[in-house]
Protein backbone atom coordinates (compact mmCIF):
# COMPACT_ATOMS: atom_id res chain seq x y z
CA UNK A 1 0.00 0.00 0.00
CA UNK A 2 1.32 3.75 -1.32
CA UNK A 3 1.36 6.53 1.52
CA UNK A 4 -1.19 8.12 -0.34
CA UNK A 5 -3.22 5.03 -0.17
CA UNK A 6 -2.31 4.75 3.54
CA UNK A 7 -3.28 8.21 4.49
CA UNK A 8 -7.49 8.00 3.11
CA UNK A 9 -7.63 5.04 6.49
CA UNK A 10 -5.34 6.78 8.93
CA UNK A 11 -3.77 10.21 9.25
CA UNK A 12 -1.07 11.03 11.67
CA UNK A 13 -0.02 14.60 12.33
CA UNK A 14 2.28 16.59 14.75
CA UNK A 15 3.15 19.82 15.56
CA UNK A 16 6.16 20.76 17.76
CA UNK A 17 6.86 24.30 17.08
CA UNK A 18 5.52 27.13 19.05
CA UNK A 19 2.23 28.26 19.04
CA UNK A 20 -1.47 26.77 17.46
CA UNK A 21 -1.50 24.59 14.30
CA UNK A 22 -4.77 23.36 13.20
CA UNK A 23 -4.52 20.26 11.95
CA UNK A 24 -7.72 18.13 11.42
CA UNK A 25 -10.77 19.61 9.40
CA UNK A 26 -14.11 17.90 8.91
CA UNK A 27 -17.63 19.55 8.21
CA UNK A 28 -18.45 21.63 11.12
CA UNK A 29 -14.92 21.48 13.31
CA UNK A 30 -11.23 21.70 14.12
CA UNK A 31 -8.76 19.89 15.53
CA UNK A 32 -5.39 21.66 16.41
CA UNK A 33 -2.15 21.50 18.36
CA UNK A 34 -1.67 24.47 20.83
CA UNK A 35 2.13 24.64 22.26
CA UNK A 36 3.58 27.11 24.84
CA UNK A 37 4.42 30.38 23.14
CA UNK A 38 5.85 33.65 24.97
CA UNK A 39 2.37 34.99 25.16
CA UNK A 40 1.65 31.98 27.92
CA UNK A 41 4.93 33.42 30.23
CA UNK A 42 2.77 35.57 33.26
CA UNK A 43 4.81 38.13 32.66
CA UNK A 44 3.18 38.60 28.86
CA UNK A 45 -0.15 37.55 30.18
CA UNK A 46 -2.47 40.61 28.92
CA UNK A 47 -4.30 40.11 26.36
CA UNK A 48 -7.34 37.63 26.13
CA UNK A 49 -9.67 36.87 23.54
CA UNK A 50 -13.05 35.23 22.68
CA UNK A 51 -14.98 33.53 20.18
CA UNK A 52 -18.51 34.67 20.16
CA UNK A 53 -19.96 31.73 17.76
CA UNK A 54 -18.16 28.99 19.51
CA UNK A 55 -17.40 26.74 22.52
CA UNK A 56 -13.85 26.05 22.64
CA UNK A 57 -12.26 23.06 24.17
CA UNK A 58 -8.67 22.31 25.52
CA UNK A 59 -7.28 19.40 26.66
CA UNK A 60 -4.01 19.81 28.13
CA UNK A 61 -1.74 17.20 26.61
CA UNK A 62 1.60 17.75 28.77
CA UNK A 63 3.48 20.53 30.99
CA UNK A 64 1.41 23.04 33.50
CA UNK A 65 -1.17 25.26 32.54
CA UNK A 66 -3.61 27.25 33.94
CA UNK A 67 -6.72 28.41 32.22
CA UNK A 68 -8.56 31.83 32.93
CA UNK A 69 -11.40 33.42 32.08
CA UNK A 70 -12.92 36.43 32.95
CA UNK A 71 -16.19 36.50 33.04
CA UNK A 72 -19.16 39.36 34.26
CA UNK A 73 -18.57 37.76 37.95
CA UNK A 74 -14.60 38.60 37.35
CA UNK A 75 -11.24 36.41 36.64
CA UNK A 76 -11.66 32.50 36.98
CA UNK A 77 -8.80 30.27 37.68
CA UNK A 78 -8.22 26.63 36.68
CA UNK A 79 -5.37 24.92 37.47
CA UNK A 80 -5.67 22.48 34.51
CA UNK A 81 -4.90 18.66 35.13
CA UNK A 82 -4.09 16.83 32.05
CA UNK A 83 -6.34 14.59 29.98
CA UNK A 84 -9.44 16.74 31.21
CA UNK A 85 -11.72 18.76 29.32
CA UNK A 86 -12.27 22.13 29.68
CA UNK A 87 -14.96 23.63 27.63
CA UNK A 88 -14.94 27.42 27.65
CA UNK A 89 -18.23 28.38 26.44
CA UNK A 90 -18.81 30.61 23.20
CA UNK A 91 -18.28 34.60 24.53
CA UNK A 92 -16.19 33.87 27.33
CA UNK A 93 -12.92 36.33 27.48
CA UNK A 94 -10.05 33.51 28.39
CA UNK A 95 -6.27 32.79 27.65
CA UNK A 96 -3.76 30.34 29.52
CA UNK A 97 -0.56 30.68 31.30
CA UNK A 98 1.81 27.18 31.00
CA UNK A 99 5.05 26.38 31.64
CA UNK A 100 7.77 25.89 28.42
CA UNK A 101 6.69 22.26 28.10
CA UNK A 102 3.11 22.48 28.06
CA UNK A 103 1.06 21.62 24.65
CA UNK A 104 -2.91 21.44 24.68
CA UNK A 105 -5.36 19.61 21.99
CA UNK A 106 -7.47 22.35 21.20
CA UNK A 107 -11.49 21.64 19.56
CA UNK A 108 -13.82 23.97 18.12
CA UNK A 109 -15.45 25.01 14.78
CA UNK A 110 -14.00 24.98 11.98
CA UNK A 111 -11.87 27.60 11.14
CA UNK A 112 -12.77 29.96 14.20
CA UNK A 113 -8.99 31.55 14.79
CA UNK A 114 -9.79 32.76 11.15
CA UNK A 115 -13.22 34.56 11.81
CA UNK A 116 -13.79 34.37 15.02
CA UNK A 117 -11.78 35.81 17.07
CA UNK A 118 -11.85 38.90 19.13
CA UNK A 119 -8.80 40.23 21.33
CA UNK A 120 -8.42 42.74 24.64
CA UNK A 121 -6.58 44.06 26.96
CA UNK A 122 -6.86 42.51 30.42
CA UNK A 123 -7.80 45.79 32.73
CA UNK A 124 -5.23 46.12 35.63
CA UNK A 125 -7.92 45.16 38.32
CA UNK A 126 -8.33 41.52 36.61
CA UNK A 127 -4.70 41.06 35.87
CA UNK A 128 -4.25 41.31 39.54
CA UNK A 129 -6.85 38.84 40.44
CA UNK A 130 -5.47 36.47 37.93
CA UNK A 131 -2.30 36.89 39.34
CA UNK A 132 -3.39 36.13 43.06
CA UNK A 133 -5.39 33.27 42.48
CA UNK A 134 -2.69 31.18 39.89
CA UNK A 135 -0.96 28.44 41.18
CA UNK A 136 1.82 28.35 42.88
CA UNK A 137 3.80 27.18 40.40
CA UNK A 138 2.92 29.64 38.06
CA UNK A 139 4.40 32.63 40.18
Known amino acids: MTDEAANLWLEVLDWTATGYRP ?5 GWQVALLNWEPLFDLENMGEIERHNETDEVFVLVRGQA ?39 IIVENRDTHLHDCEYRQLTPEERARIEADLPAWAR
Open 23 to 27: LVFSA
Open 66 to 104: ALFVVTPDGPRVEDMTPGVVYNVRAGVWHNLVSTHDATW
